[in-house]
């Protein structure tokens, strides 16, 4: 999967504790991406960045927060997990504007 | 509306077939057109990458941009049990910066024996 580590593959976890999802590139790459994929709406964006301590927003960042404290790391947090967070949480890369390479996913359960 | 329509299946079709995959799109500025394809459990992983209208043909797989009818097609030549999988289209537009893809919801394709 292009250099790119997800960790941890599966979590399951209750409603309200905080949930820590890492990213690992080994590619170099520039941008880094956090999209959740839910049947009947396919892959959204949550958040992205752009660099070092450069984040934004996607379509679906609302309860989620991102940090990128090196070129090869980017992790994605759940302050307080809630059940409408379920759901299959994939990490992305890409040098420029155009082609994406993912990682392979991790299975999150909030009961 | 969504911005990207494409029909869920499942699509089964006899190994040998020829496959037709195919998404409509709303966003005129859109200009890079992806196919992804992704096992089950597993990652998207990129198949196809056109820029504009025409065609493109890799192996068994031809990716084809209509862009004066907002319409990308996928084909599938010789198909194989192994290519039982669901197939994402995605597109964007150059910004020159982060790669904000629109997905389809992806079609799942079987191909039987």
């Known amino acids: 999967d292009a250099g790119i580590t997800q960790s941890p593959r599966h979590k399951v976890t209750e409603t309200g504790t905080p949930v820590t999802l890492r990213c690992h590139q080994t590619?170099?790459?520039?941008?880094m991406y956090w999209y959740r994929q839910d049947p009947g709406h396919g892959l959204r964006l949550i958040h992205y960045s752009y660099g070092v301590k450069d984040t934004d927003k996607g379509e679906v960042s609302d309860g989620y927060s991102v940090s990128r404290s090196k070129t090869e790391d980017f992790l994605l947090t759940l302050e307080s997990a809630t059940s409408s967070q379920t759901s299959v949480y994939f990490c992305?890369?890409?040098?420029?504007?155009?082609?994406?390479?993912f990682g392979s996913g991790t299975q999150l359960s909030v009961l | 509306q969504k911005e990207v329509e494409q029909d869920p299946g499942p699509l089964s079709v006899p190994e040998g077939a020829i496959v037709s995959l195919n998404c409509t799109y709303s966003?005129?500025?859109?200009?890079?057109f992806m196919w992804y394809r992704q096992y089950s459990r597993k990652g998207p992983e990129l198949l196809m990458y056109t820029y504009s209208s025409g065609n493109k043909e890799d192996g068994r797989f031809t990716a084809q941009v209509d862009k004066s009818s907002k319409y990308i097609s996928l084909f599938i030549r010789d198909s194989q049990p192994s290519d039982s999988a669901t197939y994402l289209c995605a597109m964007n537009v150059n910004t020159g910066t982060a790669s904000k893809l629109t997905f389809g919801t992806g079609t799942r394709l079987q191909v039987t024996l």
């Open positions: 966003n005129s500025a859109f200009q890079y």
């Open positions: 992305a890369i890409s040098e420029g504007s155009e082609k994406l390479f």
């Open positions: 590619e170099n790459h520039r941008y």
